[in-house]
């Protein structure tokens, strides 16, 4: 069961478009380094360590969480990414584009798929679908952030980070709106002026 969260104050936000900050970069750093300890743990115990294990970023959005997860992992492994793009403004429109596909063959290998959030389920469930076609040893899902109020389809995720209840529309730490706020440090809900300053940019 994911950590609930409590929302930090404007102390580390010196951004106007961000009207509060959910996750300091350190609450996010100690959740990231916890559920490296699962995943070892599991690996060590569970795995079978002749069977390489592969984390698979789905970007743009995971970009950050991947590099933060495969630094604090001891278990050796190689990284991947994928492209797909489902979302346009702040409403999921259902539609999936694979816009650049792993680069290595995944078949006979432990595989995390490592996303940025799930929240209808909707990306998750497609990619879930695609990758397990490709006769993974195993498929897992490793997400930083997930909203279990909006989903639409049940999947099934391994590790989360955080449960956002309720679902607000987040940014930074690699999450986007209108591929704004990625580089942000830390993870907060932005503004209504910057959603409407930033719709068509
Ligand atoms: P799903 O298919 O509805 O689960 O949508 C997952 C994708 O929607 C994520 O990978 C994000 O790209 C995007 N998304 C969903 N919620 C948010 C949010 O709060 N902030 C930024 N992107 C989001
Ligand atoms: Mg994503």
Redesign the pocket.
Known sequence: MAPNYQIQTMANSADSRIEKVLFTAETIAERINQLAFEIDTWYENYADNSVPLVLVG?????YMFLADLSRALNTPHHVDFMS?S??EDTQSTGNLKIECDLRHSIKGKYVIIV???VDTGR?LAHLQKLLSNRGPYCLEVATLFSKPTERVIDVHVSYIGFELDPPEFIVGYGLDYNEHFRDLPYVGVPTQTAILELSHK
């Open positions: 789905i970007l743009k959005g995971s797909v489902s979302y996303e940025d959030i990306t």
